[in-house]
């Protein structure tokens, strides 16, 4: 191959064709359970979280919905990574296998959200929510009918792998996935670059930035439970009967089911067999769509 700039350029495009072709056939899995909200400085605040709206009857003046206010803020954090590409490869026409890792290098690129959401809601048991509790607690404070603050659970703990029922009908996710710029391919193949230099090599880079917060934690309930009919029972009940402010019923239906691969068969059994373990009627069938997600595992 002759180096030159024109043949460097069609390389490029090449690469890059590769690269925007595998990230557009990627469908993620963390829209699921995730609000991607775009972002246009160093953070957002999300003071809004912690109150559903409510309608009334019109009586008298409008009355104003003052959202109470969290200082729930989301930093985007940065993040890249590089292929070097040898010259000697360019030199020798060894180009062939570059086309595949480049695909892949899309591929990572379009499911690299997916890493951040599935972690983070892996982690929600250990990790605060806006209102200053883990996202899957037992004493979320909530004020019932008189106004008097009471606890109020998204789990029912456990030790083992964890499993999670959310709401994914509503507009508003369990998990806030917040876009400042997406990542796309660039490169570093002028032959004044100091890698291409000294080095004899050429760059090509994707990079972006994002971050991950919590949404509502009554969207979504966490178990390290058995996933059994018994436990997933507990879990629809609790989001079925979650309430806002002043004993509002939220009207939260538990319809994705989500957990890791080895969880898969007992999650099928439960969601598709026509029978229980004992021959019972098996009254959970085709109540929840289940996602199994492999950065779960």
Request: proline share 5%; hydrophobic share 40%.
């Amino acid at each position: 191959m002759i180096i030159n700039n024109a043949n460097l350029r069609t390389l490029y495009t090449g690469f890059s064709t590769a690269f925007q072709n595998a990230f557009d056939g990627v469908r993620p899995l963390y829209t699921r359970a995730a609000l991607t909200v775009p972002s246009s400085t160093r953070s957002n605040e999300y003071g809004w979280l912690g109150q559903f709206p409510r309608i009334r009857e019109w009586i008298g003046d409008r009355v104003v919905q003052n959202l109470e206010t969290h200082g729930y803020t989301i930093r985007n954090r940065s993040f890249e990574s590089t292929i070097g590409v040898s010259r000697d490869d360019l030199d020798d026409d060894n180009l062939g296998i570059y086309g595949p890792i480049f695909s892949e290098f899309g591929r990572q690129s379009a499911t690299f959200p997916d890493e951040l959401v599935w972690a983070l809601l892996a982690a929600g048991f250990t990790t605060l929510c806006f209102d200053g509790q883990f996202f899957f607690d037992i004493d979320h404070p909530v004020l019932d009918a008189n106004g008097v603050p009471v606890s109020v659970a998204n789990t029912d703990g456990g030790t083992g792998a964890p499993w999670f029922l959310i709401d994914a009908s509503r507009a508003i996710k369990p998990i806030i996935f917040q876009s400042r710029r997406p990542f796309t391919l660039t490169r570093m193949d002028a032959p004044t670059d100091e890698v291409v230099f000294n080095r004899k090599e050429y760059r090509y880079g994707t990079d972006g930035r994002c971050n991950v917060g919590f949404g509502f934690w009554q969207l979504a309930w966490g178990s390290r439970q058995a996933l059994d009919a018994a436990h997933y029972e507990a879990a629809r009940v609790g989001l079925a009967t979650m309430k806002a402010d002043y004993g509002r019923p939220l009207g939260i239906s538990g319809n994705l089911l989500i957990c890791g691969p080895a969880q898969e068969g007992a999650a099928r059994k439960l969601l598709n067999s026509e029978y229980g373990p004992g021959g019972e009627t098996n009254q959970w069938k085709g109540t929840a769509e289940l996602l199994v997600v492999p950065w779960l595992a």
